[in-house]
């Protein structure tokens, strides 16, 4: 019997090569397989990380039965249908957001994945920082008492000019939702997870500031676009927003509001989540992520150091490096592939991760939000 599973790595642009370097770090996992449209950036990371095998057409990698599973990270417009064509291999599946470029894509994956009993994941990696998983443990035990007001922001200016560009940009490649579905969806997908509330209406208002970008005409990598001189671009029209903007209510009680902007001057990626209680607050900022706010009325406010000893026992083992040792965004993909890997050796394990039917949620969500910019109205949520 095989003591250690074998993967194979779909997509190698920049959050491939993220799975690449935290598949190394979990212990019994090889990656034997990349697939991808670029050989020539495959074959490159093929020699760094000692991979063997690279192919250019993906379906070749899903006939080795000798694959385990597989890491989807090309981009989302071809998320549903590899998702697809590995569970009908019998692969267990990890997928990067969105699932999808639809809910009805996504609903029929979830489907899928249940009737062939793989496990599957869509990889909503935030929420697994240690102080993420801090506050929804305070929840869970009553600390902040009733929800009342969840808020944030994710601000970020990566394309802020605009001779910024990436293949997002394009809505072909992309799906119609840009920044919401982007970055959006990890807001929503840790304000539910920390509050265990559901958003069940919500309000939008999307905009997109540069209604034509400059394309350079040679391929750039994802954030290597302000590095570059502006000597060789055609202009393109923009059909997906920069920002958005979304007042939500959570249930009969429990209101918020949140932002999520890929236009913010010097905001380079910040994660801001405010959750407030009847009884405290607690306030996490993705630029700042060993750091956790807490407030009170009537004593004073605090600030908790990442220090596995002074989380709550089911969040101390999110933190793997002792206080004082910073853990950021590269170790959350490490938790969530140590846990989905676990639940592959262990077929009687609960599942302690984001699955398909998380990433069915967001994208549910996201149409919600397509449909009330559009109308200019409060618009309920599907439950899915």
């Not at 697939?35 to 899903?62: M, N, S, W």
């Amino acid at each position: 019997m095989r003591t250690r599973l074998k993967t194979a790595l779909l997509g190698t642009g920049f959050v491939g090569r993220v799975h690449l370097e935290n598949l190394r770090r979990i212990g019994q996992v090889d990656v034997t397989a990349l697939g991808t449209a670029d050989p020539d950036q495959a074959h490159k990371l093929a020699a760094e990380f000692g991979i063997g095998r690279v192919e250019t057409d993906y379906r070749r990698i899903l006939e080795d039965r000798e694959i385990d599973a597989v890491h989807i990270c090309t981009p989302n417009s071809f998320h549903a249908a590899i998702a697809s064509d590995a569970l009908l291999a019998g692969k267990h599946v990890l997928c990067e957001k969105p699932l999808a470029t639809s809910a009805e894509a996504a609903r029929q994956l979830v489907a899928l994945a249940a009737e062939k009993k793989l496990r599957n994941c869509t990889c909503h990696n935030l929420r697994f920082y240690p102080l993420v998983q801090q506050m929804r443990r305070m929840r869970e035990s009553g600390e902040l008492g009733e929800i009342l007001v969840v808020q944030g922001t994710y601000s970020q200016d990566w394309l802020f000019l605009d001779t910024d560009w990436n293949w997002r940009l394009d809505s072909k490649e992309n799906g119609p939702s840009r920044t919401m579905a982007d970055i959006g969806s990890h807001w929503c997908d840790m304000a539910e997870h920390v509050t265990g509330l559901r958003i069940t209406s919500l309000c939008a208002d999307l905009q997109t500031f540069h209604k034509m970008r400059k394309q350079p005409k040679s391929p750039i990598e994802t954030f290597a676009g302000k590095l570059l001189t502006a000597e060789d671009y055609h202009e393109v029209p923009i059909d997906t927003e920069d920002f958005g903007a979304m007042v939500f209510r959570m249930g009969d009680r429990t209101r918020g509001g949140f932002t999520a902007s890929q236009v913010s001057a010097g905001r380079k990626n910040r994660l801001n989540l405010e959750v407030y209680g009847s009884k405290a607050g607690v306030a996490w900022d993705g630029e700042r992520p060993n750091e956790l706010w807490i407030g009170k009325r009537n004593a004073p406010n605090q600030t908790l150091l990442k220090d596995p000893s002074l989380l709550e026992p089911q969040a101390r083992c999110y933190a793997d490096l002792p206080g004082g040792h910073a853990e950021g965004y590269a170790d959350t993909f490490k938790q969530v592939f140590r846990r989905f890997y676990q639940s592959i050796e262990d077929p009687g394990a609960e599942p302690e991760y984001p699955q398909f039917a998380d990433g069915l949620r967001q994208l549910t969500v996201v149409e919600s939000e397509l449909e009330s910019s559009r109308t200019h109205a409060w618009v309920e949520v599907p439950k899915s």
